[in-house]
């Protein structure tokens, strides 16, 4: 039966090789499991069931991915896209949680239909690697500041607007001994390094005094406090557009960027950089993406964490399979989740960021009409502290440079359309 399911043997594999490399998968982004709860709950969402609806949009991503595409890649809510949702729709613009969830919905049915038609590979193809590499880095830097003000390391100043915190504090001292601790175990090639950072540093605090034992495991918690809590209607009003925009065109990029990485590694595509069963994997995405918002989280989008289970063994859907089993067991650990405090989380998350701003080596730096843009979009994505205000700000820098540089040959219709389109929304929409 496994055979005919995920053709292990035709990829020169075999199921114990499928299982470490999910296995391995999992370990290397379990860390979302505490993460993406900690950063929801701040917009007032109950943090146990943001908790159980990550684990079950992760699964149900990773069996669509493993069952349906026959991929090796797994799924989870997205970060940066987690902190967009929290950080930017809900504190920056002033929506509820639920209006903003309503958004996501709406973006994963979108990136469904565009996926469908096979409309995406075309706005791929549309879009400048420049701008591509510029939105990684610019998300990059955007954790990096949440990271830092979770950790209390910078805090706000009227004076400066940010200033350095009591570097003395031990939460801040916790928050950079996990940030190393994780850099350090991946430095060694150490699976799990996030997750085994995070575990520790939450230890360590429940034996200071910090945080409240409160056991292991349990029951998972009530998903109540955010099932179809989605607010349909008004994710509608004109001012969600820009945000559901944003939402889709990150996890485009991601998605697309991820998918095609782990399958070069896993040998599915196919020289030349064609990939089998695309579209299907492009729908595993967004299926999860609107499940999640069903259930309570931001949009879900394929793991490059996927490449590490690659790397141990896994190159079929078996391994992703492998991944949504452990995300359902996960669920009965709420009582550990419940004890991370977010000191503990933000090593992890400036981990990201770090991961995120690689991009930035393959900018074409010496064309100062390409590094532009970047400079805009790295810049202005975290002190706007707006992925979407980054993302457009990108594209009406990458319009006007090359119009008044005469490069008019680097601009292509799509660009230059949504570039004006970015300008109408701050004239009339701000």
Known sequence: MLERLFKINAQGSSVKSEIIGGITTFLTMAYIIFVNPSILSETGMDYGAVFVATCLAAAIGCLVMGLWANYPVALAPGMGLNAFFTYTVVFGMGYTWQTALGAVFFSGIIFFL???????????????TTLRL?????????????G???????????????????????SVLLAAAGFFLIIGLVARQVQGAALISILLISVIAVTLGLVDYNGLVSMPPSLAPTFMQMDIAAAFDLGMLSVIFAFLFVDLFDTSGTLLAVAQRAGIAKPGGEMPRLEKALMADSTATVAGSIMGTSTT??????????????????????????????????????????????????????????????????????????????????????????????????VVVKLLAGRYQDLNPSVVILGLLFIAKFIWLG
């Open 114 to 128: 565009l996926s469908a038609f096979r409309i995406r590979e075309w706005i791929i193809k549309s879009i400048p």
């Open 148 to 170: 830092l003000k979770n950790a209390n390391i910078i805090v706000a100043s009227d004076a400066t607007m940010v200033a350095l915190g009591d570097l003395g504090d031990t």
């Open 301 to 398: 989008t394929s793991y490059i964490e996927s490449a590490a289970g690659v790397a141990s063994g896994g190159k079929t859907g078996l391994a992703a399979v492998t991944v949504a089993v452990l995300f359902l067991l996960a669920m009965f650990f709420a009582p550990l989740a419940g004890m991370i405090p977010p000191y503990a989380t933000a090593g992890a998350i400036i981990y990201v960021a770090v991961l995120m701003l690689f991009t930035l080596k393959d900018v074409a730096w010496e064309d100062i009409t390409e590094a532009a843009p970047v400079a805009v979009v790295l810049l202005m994505t975290p002190l706007t502290y707006s992925i979407a205000d980054g993302i457009a700000l990108g594209f009406i820098s990458y």
């Open 134 to 146: 510029a939105i990684a880095a610019g998300i990059g830097a955007f954790l990096a500041l949440i």
